[in-house]
């Protein structure tokens, strides 16, 4: 890391209560953080931090096995992940990216798998709407977003969880990354 443009210091914790104890003191300008930690897992101290400094920024570390973990993670606001065995251009391109640019979001995707077939097609205004799931938005905050009702978001939910084939939100989020959809 200390060949990363902006990096000056790497410190290192070893569970999520120790992530959260250190906050207030060391106020990181980038967390890589581990979906899957000792006590306090990754999902549930994203939610904690955030909640106490929507100013965090957090890219989750992942194995591929643990989408569904990155996808609520990233719906509880991080901001990216990487799979733990991302190259080092990969790592120092997605650090030196979320350094850079205070609103980027996901890192390059390692997900996509080729028994997963073909993407589906989602229109534009689905899209739109898994954009704004990715980014931890209600229903209602989409729809200000794209001046709809919160009824009509909630109609392009049920139409992109069907062509997605995914169960709720977390879910089509995830299958969002693996195809490429979001980012």
Do not use: C
């Not at 990181?28 to 994203?46: A, Q």
């Not at 109609?155 to 490429?180: I, N, Y």
Request: glycine share 10%; hydrophobic share 45%; no cysteine.
């Amino acid at each position: 890391m200390a060949t990363v443009p902006g990096v000056e210091r790497v410190t290192t914790a070893a569970n999520g209560e120790e992530v959260l104890r250190r906050w207030g003191a060391d106020r990181s300008d980038l967390i890589l953080m581990d979906v899957r930690m000792p006590g306090l897992g990754g999902v549930e101290t994203v939610r904690r931090l955030l909640s106490a400094d929507p100013g965090a920024r957090i890219i989750m570390l992942t194995v591929a096995e643990d989408l569904d973990g990155v996808a609520l993670a990233v719906a509880a606001g991080a901001r990216g992940y990487l799979h733990k065995d991302a190259s080092r251009a990969e790592l120092r391109a997605t650090v030196t990216q979320a350094l850079a640019d205070p609103t980027w979001r996901l890192a390059p995707r390692r997900l996509r798998s080729a028994e997963m077939g073909a993407a589906p097609t989602l229109t534009a205004r689905e899209i739109q709407v898994l954009e704004g799931m990715s980014h931890g938005r209600s229903n209602a905050e989409i729809g200000r977003e794209l001046f709809l009702s919160e009824d009509t978001v909630k109609t392009h939910a049920r139409r992109l969880f069907k062509k997605l084939g995914a169960s709720d939100r977390a879910h089509a989020v995830a299958l969002g990354f693996r195809w490429g959809l979001v980012r």
